[in-house]
């Protein structure tokens, strides 16, 4: 038996979301129709929603890659157009094909989704894709009350943790598990986390877990750093101070096996390379834009290896929440505010004034 479209039965509601106009525009509130799922889609209403940096250069719509060059990003998604990627919400609507999820399910969304063609989405990694159809990046997303996702198997069982937080494992917390899975087999006695803001924040809490190492972590906020510490991280360095290299070769006995740079500024990046130890790695993961000069001698002589990672994928995701439901990994601080404070939460998280997450509730 064919199963028709499911939805709320409400009279000429309207989907409420807060868009720019064009790049750099304030965010306005806009309704909309509200959307019918079809096929194998299913509509979400949003219980919360993340707010990330990447948010903030999408808005202004470029990358900063150093030396006065910007990475323009604006041909890729059409405007006015919705930003957040990390969600999770209820499900209320489900297209005839959508089999495997019932309506009343709370899920968090996998929003890396890709064209579903490509060799690169073909070999499971379509947060990769070159065509891509990512929720909140290149198709409207959850800076709203509903998103359609377009196939059950992009959404995740939460359990009981709160949807505020479950919300933050779509991209902070995937993002910093995809990372640490890249340095776990190399890591010795330490390992040198940089930067603990949102997705940084997630790899603390996902490495005490995950690897069995000493934690350091390099911070050059006072917020923050408060933080790391009250979270149980015994060697929090200021790399504000002059000596921070220093003190990060003095804590590992004169180089670290693996650094995760959750910064990708020229600064945090250059720390990191000069803290690497032989055959050692550097993975960058933070987007804050910039260059790493690098003496082309030192990479051969030392054996180092410099990687990049963006994201993770959907088998990454089904990992990540089988521990989240297993209760395993400590939460990242969050805050909830109003989806009406969208525009003024990518202005704090802009200026650096963010501890953990910002998360928007409908």
């Known amino acids: 038996m064919v199963r028709r479209p499911r939805r709320p039965r409400t009279r000429d509601r309207k989907l409420k979301s807060y868009q720019f106009p064009d790049y750099d525009e304030p965010l306005e509130a806009v309704d909309r129709p509200d959307p019918v799922p079809v096929g194998t889609e299913v509509l979400l209403r949003i219980e919360a929603c993340g707010v990330c940096h990447s948010d903030v250069h ?30 999770a919400g209820e499900v ?11 309506i009343g399910q709370r899920r968090v969304v996998f929003p890396w989704i890709g064209c579903g063609d490509c060799d690169t989405c073909r ?9 891509p159809r990512a929720l909140g990046t290149h198709v409207d997303g959850g800076f709203a009350d509903r998103v359609v996702v377009p196939h059950p198997r992009y959404l995740f069982d939460f359990g009981d943790v709160p949807a ?93 096996a693996a650094v995760i740079d959750f910064v990708g500024s020229e600064a945090s990046a250059t720390l990191g390379l000069r803290t690497v130890a032989k055959s050692g790695v550097l993975v960058v993961v933070g987007l804050f834009g910039g260059t790493l000069p690098v003496s082309l001698p030192l990479l051969a002589l030392k054996d ?28 990242l601080p969050y805050e909830r505010r109003p989806l009406s404070e969208a525009e003024s939460s990518l202005r704090d998280l802009e200026a650096g004034d963010v501890v953990g997450r910002i998360v928007l509730a409908p």
């Open 58 to 87: 999408l808005w202004h719509g470029f990358f900063d890659m150093g030396g006065g060059r910007k990475l323009d990003v604006t041909a890729v998604r059409e405007v006015p157009f919705t930003l957040g990627h990390e969600i």
């Open 92 to 102: 209320i609507g489900l297209g005839a094909e959508a089999a495997g999820v019932e």
């Open 123 to 131: 070999a499971d990694l379509e947060h990769l894709c070159n065509r």
């Open 164 to 256: 505020a937080l479950a919300c933050t494992y779509a991209c902070s917390g995937l993002t910093a598990y995809s990372a640490l899975l890249k340095v776990k087999d190399r890591i010795a006695d330490h390992l040198v986390i940089i930067g603990a803001g949102g997705v940084g924040f997630a790899g603390i809490q996902i490495a005490k877990h995950l690897i069995d190492a000493e934690l350091i972590v390099v911070e050059v906020d006072d917020a923050k750093l408060a933080a790391v510490r009250e979270a149980g991280v015994v060697h929090a360095v200021d790399g504000r101070e002059d000596d921070a290299g220093r003190q990060l070769r003095k804590l590992t006995g004169g180089g670290c």
């Open 304 to 331: 180092l290896t410099i990687q990049g990672s963006d994201l993770g994928s959907l088998a990454e995701m089904d990992e990540l929440m089988e521990m989240v439901r297993a209760g395993v990994i400590a939460p």
